[in-house]
């Protein structure tokens, strides 16, 4: 088994970084690079920033926000949020960003899927998925922050965006996200179990536990974890030897020895 | 006084880490496509994301692929980063099979990779992964891992893999699954390395200082 990354996740609304519950009912935590900088610091393996009202404020603001991060920060960034065109792909990679997460865009118009592995590679094309569960086993998916319904089945689009050329999944729980209550576990196994790219469960973090089950039963790559970090009721170390002392595979953080 | 590097910009790739990384250990980079650039250039770094057959087009494009031979048998450092450090590789079997800059014998070959219960590995490959030292390698020192220990991570993200034809030529490998992974690779002043340095943290930061002092 491969180490499970980390993933301090940054949801930003206009300047400032946000946290809501089920992707509403938002509130203002603070500014986003100083949380970013504590999350690199302390050993993230990777950030992602996602703007949710991309639409409302254009792109440019999350541009910004990544350039800046980009600067100092030297682990993987993954950007998301608004992303509709190869264009804004290749803008936000200049900006710094390693990856771009698309969700709304590659619903209306799958082959932008294709497009942006194509010319980036699919590494950096991570299909970000909103998913809700509308019956037992079975999974809907949502755009715009999980209000628009798309008719779509989690698994099935999931298995049609590895095969148009995505290189990971970021999978986002709606009816967890903000709550506390653990990781949709049946949705993560039920994807990761369809395609063979990398998945990232997001949404529902509030326990160790619920990153062990997730890890072991759902087979989940990656974690993102946004509302313990920003409330600061955990920290990456905290989590990293949680994770371990329960048998799951991380990264060892450990400074070189000074020259 | 600053170190300077000439990062090559040939239309691929997120250079801005990279230019990053160079400037936060006290480089001042200069980011060129031209070839007298590169010909002229104290250090130079290769960078790279995507396609192998796109890397070498972008290069072949803008006639770089000569000034980069030319520069690299003048004995400056030359750092090839992820698609970089394939390319200076002979060939890749990536989508065919396509000429490299044929500065370190071997090839890029498909990562093929299983679990010890026999199920396959997920490709691309990504995420952090500890550097091991090779047998063949007796240090790190003096070298651009110099002051890394071996099981430091760093960050990968990849889907085919070099096979160096001279076991002398590994650096660093890794390891997914039952696939051996060439992490950095080395022949005379021609340095590569698969993983991101400018994204593996402090460790890489080590390595992009230990460049820039070359």
Same mark, same amino acid.
């Given at each position: 088994m491969a180490n499970v990354r980390l993933i301090a996740r940054l949801d930003i609304k206009g300047p400032n970084l946000i946290k809501g519950i089920h992707l509403e009912g938002l509130r203002v935590i603070g500014d986003p690079q100083e949380h970013a900088r504590r999350y690199y610091e302390q050993g993230a393996d990777e950030l992602l920033y996602i703007d949710i009202v991309a639409s409302l404020y254009g792109r440019n603001n999350l541009r910004d926000i990544v350039?800046?991060?980009?600067?100092?920060?030297?682990?993987?960034?993954?950007?998301?949020?608004?992303?509709?065109?190869?264009?804004?792909?290749r803008d936000l990679l200049r900006a710094g960003a390693d990856k771009v997460a698309i969700n709304t865009a590659a619903v209306n118009r799958p082959e932008l899927v294709t497009e942006v592995s194509r010319a980036f590679g699919s590494q950096c094309m991570v299909l970000s998925i909103e998913a809700k569960k509308i019956a037992e086993g079975r999974w809907e998916v949502f755009t715009d922050n999980g209000r628009e319904r798309t008719g779509r089945d989690v698994v099935e689009w999931a298995r049609r965006g590895w095969e148009l050329g995505a290189g990971e999944i970021l999978l986002t729980s709606v009816d967890r996200?903000?709550?506390?209550?653990?990781? #949709?576990?049946?949705? !993560?196994?039920?994807?990761?179990?369809?395609?063979? @790219? $990398? *998945?990232? %469960?997001?949404?529902?973090?509030?326990?160790?536990?619920?990153?062990?089950?997730?890890?072991?039963?759902?087979?989940?790559?990656?974690?993102?974890?946004?509302?313990?970090?920003?409330?600061?009721?955990? #920290?990456?170390?905290? !989590?990293?030897?949680?994770?371990?002392?329960?048998? @799951? $595979? *991380?990264? %060892?953080?450990?400074?070189?020895?000074?020259? | 006084m600053t170190a300077a590097v000439t990062v090559i910009d040939y239309g691929i790739g997120n250079i801005f880490s990279?230019?990053?990384?160079?400037?936060?250990?006290?480089?001042?980079?200069?980011?060129?496509?031209?070839?007298?650039?590169i010909l002229a250039a104290p250090r130079l770094v290769l960078p790279g994301v995507g396609a192998f057959a796109n890397g070498m087009d972008g290069l072949r494009s803008r006639g770089l692929v000569e000034p980069i031979r030319r520069y690299a048998a003048s004995g400056r450092p030359l750092l090839g980063i992820c698609l970089g450090m394939q390319m200076l590789f002979a060939r890749s079997l990536e989508f065919g099979d396509h000429e490299g800059l044929a500065l370190i014998p071997g090839i890029i070959a498909p990562i093929v990779a299983k679990a010890p219960d026999?199920?396959?590995?997920?490709?691309?490959?990504?995420?952090?992964?500890?550097?091991?030292?090779?047998?063949?390698?007796?240090?790190?020192?003096?070298?651009?891992?110099?002051?890394?220990r071996e099981g430091e991570n760093c960050y990968f993200v990849h889907s085919f893999t070099a096979v160096p034809e001279r076991e002398s030529s590994r650096l660093a490998d890794a390891t997914y699954g039952d696939c051996r992974i060439s992490a950095a690779v080395r022949e005379g002043n021609v340095w590569g390395c698969q993983f991101h340095p400018e994204k593996s943290g402090e460790t890489g930061l080590r390595m992009v200082a230990n460049f820039v002092r070359m």
């Amino acid at each position: 088994m491969a180490n499970v990354r980390l993933i301090a996740r940054l949801d930003i609304k206009g300047p400032n970084l946000i946290k809501g519950i089920h992707l509403e009912g938002l509130r203002v935590i603070g500014d986003p690079q100083e949380h970013a900088r504590r999350y690199y610091e302390q050993g993230a393996d990777e950030l992602l920033y996602i703007d949710i009202v991309a639409s409302l404020y254009g792109r440019n603001n999350l541009r910004d926000i990544v350039s800046r991060a980009a600067r100092d920060i030297f682990i993987p960034l993954t950007v998301g949020g608004g992303v509709r065109s190869v264009d804004d792909v290749r803008d936000l990679l200049r900006a710094g960003a390693d990856k771009v997460a698309i969700n709304t865009a590659a619903v209306n118009r799958p082959e932008l899927v294709t497009e942006v592995s194509r010319a980036f590679g699919s590494q950096c094309m991570v299909l970000s998925i909103e998913a809700k569960k509308i019956a037992e086993g079975r999974w809907e998916v949502f755009t715009d922050n999980g209000r628009e319904r798309t008719g779509r089945d989690v698994v099935e689009w999931a298995r049609r965006g590895w095969e148009l050329g995505a290189g990971e999944i970021l999978l986002t729980s709606v009816d967890r996200e903000g709550t506390r209550k653990g990781f #949709d576990v049946e949705l !993560v196994e039920a994807v990761t179990a369809a395609c063979a @790219i $990398p *998945v990232i %469960a997001s949404g529902g973090m509030g326990t160790l536990e619920h990153v062990e089950e997730v890890c072991k039963r759902g087979r989940a790559d990656a974690v993102a974890i946004a509302d313990a970090l920003h409330y600061r009721r955990m #920290d990456i170390p905290q !989590v990293r030897e949680g994770m371990r002392g329960r048998g @799951i $595979p *991380v990264r %060892a953080v450990e400074r070189s020895a000074e020259p | 006084m600053t170190a300077a590097v000439t990062v090559i910009d040939y239309g691929i790739g997120n250079i801005f880490s990279v230019t990053r990384a160079l400037e936060h250990c006290g480089a001042t980079v200069l980011l060129s496509g031209r070839p007298e650039d590169i010909l002229a250039a104290p250090r130079l770094v290769l960078p790279g994301v995507g396609a192998f057959a796109n890397g070498m087009d972008g290069l072949r494009s803008r006639g770089l692929v000569e000034p980069i031979r030319r520069y690299a048998a003048s004995g400056r450092p030359l750092l090839g980063i992820c698609l970089g450090m394939q390319m200076l590789f002979a060939r890749s079997l990536e989508f065919g099979d396509h000429e490299g800059l044929a500065l370190i014998p071997g090839i890029i070959a498909p990562i093929v990779a299983k679990a010890p219960d026999g199920a396959a590995l997920k490709v691309p490959h990504i995420g952090w992964t500890p550097l091991e030292r090779p047998p063949g390698c007796a240090t790190w020192d003096a070298t651009l891992l110099a002051g890394v220990r071996e099981g430091e991570n760093c960050y990968f993200v990849h889907s085919f893999t070099a096979v160096p034809e001279r076991e002398s030529s590994r650096l660093a490998d890794a390891t997914y699954g039952d696939c051996r992974i060439s992490a950095a690779v080395r022949e005379g002043n021609v340095w590569g390395c698969q993983f991101h340095p400018e994204k593996s943290g402090e460790t890489g930061l080590r390595m992009v200082a230990n460049f820039v002092r070359m």
